[in-house]
């Protein structure tokens, strides 16, 4: 496959990914709100301030806007085209890419990307915003989840697919731990395993919610909403779809399809990294995550998923393109050797 | 010929694999009110529009399903498929399975709909000019697993355009050092470079006695009359009939740089006489042919519209001609301007079975 249609797979399949969590995002924090006694400027700014850091766009934020009220952290995550991250961006660059690799993908699926790009960029779209947030993000995260479900009716379980698949779990893992950490922030204290107030218990259950996660938690634990256990289930459930180790779990399967290669064993460094972070996830002892401390914890993980992500872009699409000055003698294809060798 | 615009002086005596030049070819056929067919123009560079054959005769077979099978319309949906064993067929080395490759310029390019769609019907990659890169006069592409390598392009994109350092150096839609690939013979073009001095409408003054010469024979489908303003008397025969000719430019496509003289006002044609007196290289001119019509539906009721036809033909181990087409179809009423670029429309065109 062309390292630039791969490319265009992976981040189309990503920007979807991370629109639809964007709405989880806003969603959940729009819900957290509800649950303050008084609302002052100051609170605001502090409840708001640490999720626009998150997202490491703090710069733009602040060059576009005077204060972190919810209004303007909302709009920035939601309409701002000047946010790379916002969902209107999102779904403009998926389509983007979706546009440079339409050949690869179903008429389906780029029909419904093509849809949910003209309804956000669309006046019934901000109207509904307004009237209706929570309808609004109903309608984004819907259109991502039935792409997903197109992705995998319609398009052949090719490498194309595969990068797709990369791309989504990646970025699942990825703002999945992110919407752990806002939580942990918001709890103010240093996050301790177990709870002691039920306004923290309401705001963890959001959380979850948020993630659709609170049924199948619930199922595993009761209605007792622990950061322990919470922290377990998002981060270390082997059968949660949007757990970090779940994600992970797809990313090594994935990757070793692309190369044909054994469980266990690895050809190269993104293999190498992610199968390191997969048994990480699957021997932890949660009690270990909060020795560490959730946040540090959460950060190192965020770490290594950076990590993965850049050396899969290295070896599978940039390095493809680096390689302009060195040229060879011999013939310059060493890869069907490799294949008869695992043959 | 040595003043065309797509002459390329750098391929004389340059032997292209299979000695074939043109591999796809669209030539616009009319008829004229005395029901004549002629021909109103070559396209031997990079002929478009397929892709509307194709999906034309989708839509028409899903809304008229029973006429195709009680009337006998031939297909033409084996077109990729005889595309890509042209395309297989001029591979320079004979590997027995050659990597055929499409190369677009992009997204951005109108066309790059069809681009899409052919690669996808013959199963080919579709690269940009990034994805591929030479070394030792060898093409790659740059995938995943590394560079594989290519040995037949079907470029839809200009000789201008191929190899920044052969041609346009400011083009970055092209592949540098490409050309020196395909010199070494070692990677084959279609259509190959230089094909667009058959496009010149000078040149296709010159066709029939081509015909004559190489081939000894009268062409089966005339040409339309046609003045070269390069000639003293044709020049002042246009210049002062310019109100019922229509003024070509030599090298424009896509319905531009024309003039149909009865429609057009005086102002018009005096611009089209400076530009003539100017430039008398860059323009023919013809007699205003009244292109058949064609019942057509015009969002109320249907009339008749102007139409041409461009069949395709296909040049590998034999010629072959694709029993349908593209009917080009002016829109506007009385229009004699069929290209899409300037509000045309398509029509899905049948050849029947005979009695063969």
């Known amino acids: 496959m062309l390292s630039r249609v791969a490319n265009g797979l992976y981040w189309m399949s990503r920007y979807i990914e991370r629109a639809e969590n964007t709405t989880r995002l806003v969603d959940v924090n729009l819900q957290l709100l509800l649950n303050f006694r008084s609302l002052n400027d100051d609170t605001l700014e502090g409840h708001w301030m640490p999720i626009v850091q998150s997202t490491g766009d703090e710069e733009i934020f602040a060059e576009l806007y005077p204060n972190a009220s919810g209004e303007n952290v909302s709009e920035f995550f939601v309409f701002q085209e000047k946010n790379p991250n916002s969902i209107v961006s999102c779904i403009m660059l998926a389509r983007e890419n979706a546009r440079t690799v339409r050949d690869q993908i179903s008429v389906e699926f780029w029909t419904e990307l093509n849809r949910i790009y003209l309804f956000v960029r669309s006046k019934k779209a901000t109207k509904l915003w307004q009237v209706s947030p929570n309808d609004f993000f109903l309608e984004v995260r819907n259109s991502s989840l039935l792409l997903q479900g197109l992705a995998d009716a319609t398009i052949m379980r090719n490498e194309g697919w595969l990068f797709m698949h990369l791309g989504r779990n990646l970025e699942r893992a990825d703002k999945t731990s992110r919407m752990l950490d806002i939580r942990q922030a918001a709890t103010a204290r240093d996050v301790s395993p177990r709870l002691r107030n039920q306004e923290d218990a309401l705001g963890w259950s959001a959380m979850l919610r948020s993630c659709s996660a609170w049924d199948a938690y619930k199922a595993l634990h009761g209605s007792d909403v622990q950061p322990v256990y919470v922290a377990q289930f998002l981060l270390l459930n082997e059968d949660f779809p949007r757990s970090a180790r779940f994600c992970i779990d797809q990313v090594t399967r994935a990757l070793r399809r692309i190369s044909n290669v054994r469980e266990g064993n690895f050809t190269n460094n993104v293999e190498r990294l992610a199968g390191l972070l997969h048994s990480e996830l699957q021997y932890c002892d949660p009690k270990e995550i909060f020795e560490i401390g959730l946040h540090a914890y959460i950060d190192q993980l965020q770490t290594k998923l950076n990590d993965i992500s850049s050396e899969l872009v290295q070896i599978y699409i940039l390095q493809s393109f680096e390689l302009e000055e060195d040229v060879q003698e011999s013939e310059p294809t060493p890869e069907p050797q490799m294949e008869q060798q695992q043959q | ?356």
Request: aromatic share 10%; hydrophobic share 35%; charged share 25%.
């Open chain 2, 1 to 356: 010929m040595l003043s065309a615009r797509h002459f390329r002086k750098e391929f004389v005596n340059f032997e292209v694999a299979r000695n074939i030049y043109i591999h796809i070819c669209g030539t616009d056929i009319i008829r004229d009110a005395d029901g004549q067919y002629l021909v109103l123009e070559d396209n031997a560079r990079c002929p478009s529009g397929v892709s509307y054959m194709l999906e034309n005769r989708r839509a028409l077979k899903r809304t008229f399903p029973k006429s195709f099978e009680a009337i006998g319309v031939r297909p033409v949906e084996h077109y990729s498929d005889e595309l890509l064993r042209v395309l297989d067929y001029t591979s320079p080395n004979s590997a027995p399975d050659p990597t055929v490759v499409l190369l677009t310029p992009g997204v951005h390019n109108s066309a790059y709909f069809e681009h899409t769609y052919l690669a996808r019907q013959m199963g080919i990659q579709i690269v940009e000019g990034r994805d591929l890169i030479v070394r030792d006069q060898h093409v790659f592409m740059r995938t995943t697993l590394g560079l594989q390598p290519v040995n037949v392009i079907y470029r839809r994109v200009d000789d201008d355009f191929l190899d920044p350092t052969v041609f346009r150096s400011d083009s970055t839609l092209g592949v540098p050092g490409l050309v020196d690939a395909y010199r070494a013979g070692n990677v084959s073009l279609a259509n190959a470079i230089g094909t667009g001095v058959a496009d010149d409408k000078v040149m296709y003054y010159f066709v029939p006695q081509m015909i004559k010469y190489y081939l000894d024979q009268d062409p089966i489908l005339p040409n339309v009359d046609t003045y070269l303003a390069n000639e003293d008397k044709d020049r002042a025969y246009i210049l002062e009939n310019i109100e019922k000719l229509v003024v070509k430019s030599a090298n424009e496509a896509g319905g531009y740089g024309m003039l149909v003289g009865p429609h057009s006002t005086a102002e018009e044609c005096n611009r089209f006489r400076k530009l003539v007196k100017a430039e008398p290289r860059n323009y023919v001119a013809q007699p205003t042919i009244s292109l058949s019509r064609h019942p057509t539906y015009t969002g109320s009721e249907f009339a008749g519209r102007h139409i041409d036809l461009r069949p395709y033909i296909l040049y590998g181990e034999n010629p072959v001609v694709i029993p349908g087409g593209l009917t080009r179809v002016a829109l506007r009423e009385n229009s004699l301007v069929v290209n899409s670029s300037q509000g045309g429309g398509s029509k899905d065109t049948w050849v029947l079975y005979g009695d063969e």
